[in-house]
């Protein structure tokens, strides 16, 4: 098997490639994995197969044709510019969202109805499509506003998912990941980051701040989750989604007050006693307006899973970033 | 005022340049209409202020930024191709239907970035936008899941429209019509053509052929009423909306039955004699995939109307289109 993975330089791309090398795996490897990104990728260690890595912008006319050259399998498409820059950039926004997405589909169809080569897509979509006075509980049945222009983007690309499915040019499902927790690496300007500074700060004697209040509510799930639903995608069987190819991932509906007892259950007082609150009104209006829970009825039956108490999120941090590794 | 309409060559297009001319509106009159359309509109009767006709491909380089030369006040966006062609020729349908409209969009924003310009922007979407096992009565806040790639390119410039109205570049209204019944002219190959045949002919004493059972039931309104809704939406308060730009448009739910009914009262059994059984399956199955009935709560409290009855339905078509105008 051959696995094209876009946008493989990010987080969960890199944590996905990284996947493909697990010795968990062992005989079920793919065969090669061509890793993209607008940065050159790094490719995952102790993966026994070819690995091809490729700098590419897909909205860059003839980029996807190139990327699919060799006909993978199945392509995972997770690059994206996030919700923050695609509002501050509006056309570069739409440039990377859905242009780089269109090229990617479009590219596809062509070879489909050239040779009849049908991949599995699977795309990453974000809980970012709903917004504007949310319910405190989001089924799968409820409707599509997104209210920032990463939202719309993202929530554009899921009805050309759906409709080049059902045209039979792919078999596209689209995969919309909570907010991921503990996002490793550096605090970074979304104003969701404190939901994982709030955790891996602390758990390595560092100070973070605490911009909201404790009863502020959230959906995540850990990137191991993240990267467990995007691998889980690749073997659903896709006619039980019907004509609905976007589904909403399980995840934890947490609140931060809850977030800081699970990390004084495994850290400690002396960890809780890092966290400094700041309250900060922007920030907490953001929070506010985004999801805080979802039924994921649909997920649920096709399999996927997640982490069902936050200290599991704290643990699988723990084992994935803060453990030396026997390789 | 200036009004620009784009697809003012087609049925509603036509009706809507029509109604500026009417004597009713004396005094709230534009004072100029700019008609566009692929094939070149023809002006409107009896309109007293400036016409300007343009042919035009929308999505073609420029051809946007031509249409906004002047600043146009408020602008419907009509132009699209119908859904049979849109399944029928893949790439033809989003050039015109999503490409077009972007380019109208993105013009749009250009301008206003450098001088400020917000024009009203109306867009007529579809029904069609909804499908995949509906329910009998379809709400304000069900999810919209085309089931064809028409209904799928009117979503995402429903989604456009809403991003571009959030950002403050337009002020935009999606207008989701009815099925329109009773259509003046010749019968078409849309699989929807014989609710307005079945009416339509028989009123001028030829046959039309009813392909699905009586207890079939759609979701309809008169041309007027479209065209009144059109109308209507240039002067709503869309702070009202919110961020939810897209509304689906009152209309009248009625079965076949009750259509013939209507035909019975006003012009007799001799009419309705002239409708003839001709049970097509493949009709049927997609009449019985589109939306039977809509609960318009949003657009009815923002003073959106349309017909109660079928026999007025049927009694707009004999006054606007078999009763020889007075001019």
Redesign the interface.
């Known amino acids: 098997m051959h696995v094209l993975i876009i946008g493989a330089a990010g987080m969960i791309g890199r944590k996905l490639a990284e996947s493909f090398a697990s010795r968990a795996l062992a005989g079920s490897e793919p065969k090669k994995l061509t890793l993209a990104d607008v940065f050159t990728p790094s490719a995952p260690a102790g993966f026994s197969g070819d690995v091809v890595t490729v700098q590419t912008d897909l909205a860059a006319s003839g980029a996807a044709d190139q990327l699919l050259a060799e006909r993978p399998d199945v392509i995972f498409h997770l690059a994206a510019i996030v919700s923050g820059e695609a509002e501050a950039r509006?056309e570069f926004g739409y440039h990377v969202n859905l242009d780089g997405t269109r090229a990617l589909f479009e590219a596809i169809?062509k070879v489909h109805e050239a040779e009849g080569w049908t991949p599995r897509v699977i795309y990453s979509s974000a809980i970012g499509v709903f917004?504007?006075?949310l319910p405190d509980v989001i089924s799968d049945?409820?409707?599509?506003?997104?209210?920032?222009?990463y939202g719309?983007q993202k929530?554009?690309c899921e009805?050309?998912l759906?409709?080049y499915s059902?045209?039979g040019f792919f078999d596209g499902i689209g995969v919309r990941l909570p907010t991921i927790c503990v996002r490793p690496g550096k605090p970074n300007k979304a104003a969701s980051s404190f939901f994982s500074g709030i955790i891996r700060e602390p758990l390595v004697g560092q100070e973070a701040i605490l911009p909201v209040a404790e009863t502020e509510r959230h959906w995540m799930t850990s990137p191991r989750s993240a990267v467990q639903s995007l691998r889980h995608a690749m073997s659903i069987d896709t006619t039980l989604l019907?004509?609905?190819r976007n589904l909403n991932m399980p995840g934890l509906s947490v609140t931060v007050g809850e977030q800081i007892e699970a990390l004084r259950h495994i850290a400690g007082d002396k960890a809780v006693a890092l966290i400094r609150r700041e309250p900060d009104p922007i920030v907490t209006r953001f929070v506010q307006s985004w999801p805080k829970a979802f039924d994921t009825k649909r997920a649920n039956e096709l399999g996927f899973t997640a982490e069902c108490r936050f200290e599991d999120i704290i643990r699988a941090h723990i084992e994935d970033e803060l453990t030396p590794k026997a390789t």
């Open positions: 509006f169809r917004g504007g006075g049945e409820y409707i599509v506003t997104p209210e920032g222009s719309t929530a554009m009805l050309l759906s409709d059902r045209r019907g004509s609905r």
